[in-house]
């Protein structure tokens, strides 16, 4: 008779936890292109937001997780997610941005950097935009080709000036903010109709 082996308990990974990750998920898996060349910052954070979002790991660069300290049972896992996201990060920027930020230790304090560095309202960035807006006509371009490059400079335009939005402890009933809203897209209306 053979000898008596112990059964073989498989455990399953739990696929909700922000530590999971899956045995393809490399280095090289996520790449957010246009790579972040500095003025494209906020179209290159919002890309990078959703991929992370999709993998769970916005968490590890919005703070929701603390860095662990090294007893703690949890440490191995996300030491593990960080060098995915710092991988990840690096292969999303330019190399001259690489450069800069390959020797940090921690993911989050990549992000936190290149936040500091790039999202500042840039004045001249939004001059840059109501001119260019002004002054795009549709010449020989397709339609849809003409409104793309349209609504892609008026979302750029209303991610450097959002819609301020109602702080007051109790909700505000009025129309000023919808009136507000409103008159911002007629306002893109009368631009892209008045080539």
Not at 44 to 52: D, E, G, I, Q, Y
Not at 166 to 191: G, H, I, K, L, Y
Request: proline content about 7%; overall charge neutral.
């Amino acid at each position: 008779m053979p000898p008596r082996q112990a059964p073989i308990i498989v455990q399953r990974a739990n696929t909700d936890s922000v530590f999971y990750v899956h045995p393809r998920e490399g280095p090289n898996l996520v790449t957010i292109t246009p790579l972040l060349t500095g003025s494209n910052y906020l179209a290159w954070s919002h890309l990078m937001k959703r991929a992370l979002g999709a993998k769970k790991k916005l968490a590890f660069v919005d703070g929701s997780i603390p860095i662990p300290a090294s007893n703690d049972l949890n440490s191995g896992a996300w030491e593990r997610c960080n060098h995915l996201i710092h991988s990840w990060i690096l292969n999303s920027v330019s190399p001259q941005i690489a450069q800069t930020i390959v020797f940090h230790e921690f993911a989050i304090d990549i992000w936190i950097e290149l936040q500091e560095r790039f999202s500042k309202v840039d004045r001249v960035r939004i001059a840059y935009l109501h001119s260019t807006i002004n002054n795009l006509n549709q010449g020989t371009k397709f339609f849809l080709d003409y409104f793309t490059e349209m609504k892609s400079l008026w979302e750029e335009l209303n991610s450097h000036r959002p819609m301020p939005v109602c702080t007051c402890p109790m909700p505000c009933r009025c129309e000023s903010m919808r009136a507000a809203t409103e008159f911002r897209m007629e306002d893109q209306v009368f631009n892209f109709l008045l080539d």
